[in-house]
């Protein structure tokens, strides 16, 4: 069983910067798809950005060029840079991988963000 495990959230002040983690138990190396969602308080999980085999990042609407998406396949590990943040960007951070198209992808337990006027 693949287990994604996400770190790096926490609480920050309007216009801070956070990096979240995801490790996997599993090489990325030559993973099919990977993405951020997240969840805002008394909201349904929404897509952050996602990246589909070679194709260039996609990013919300309300990333608005303020997060970035990478990854280092010696680590097995999907980051998150988010800079410029807002008490907007409040909400449990989720990642996702999927190996193969024909697999169900892997979501990991989430890290909270929260983010101070």
């Known amino acids: 069983q693949v287990q994604l495990v996400e770190s790096g959230g926490g609480l920050v002040q309007a216009g801070g910067s956070l990096r979240l983690s995801c490790t996997a138990s599993r090489s990325i190396f030559s993973i099919y798809s990977m993405g951020w969602y997240r969840q805002p308080p008394g909201k349904q999980r929404e897509l952050v950005v996602t990246v589909i085999d070679d194709s260039p990042a996609s990013y919300a609407d309300f990333v608005k060029r303020r997060f970035v998406i990478s990854r280092d396949n010696v680590k097995n590990t999907v980051y998150l840079q988010m800079n410029s943040l807002n008490p907007e960007d409040t909400g449990r951070y989720y990642c996702?991988?999927?190996?193969?198209?024909?697999?169900?992808?892997?979501w990991g337990q989430g890290t909270q963000v929260t983010v101070s006027s």
């Open positions: 996702r991988i999927r190996w193969h198209l024909n697999e169900d992808p892997y």
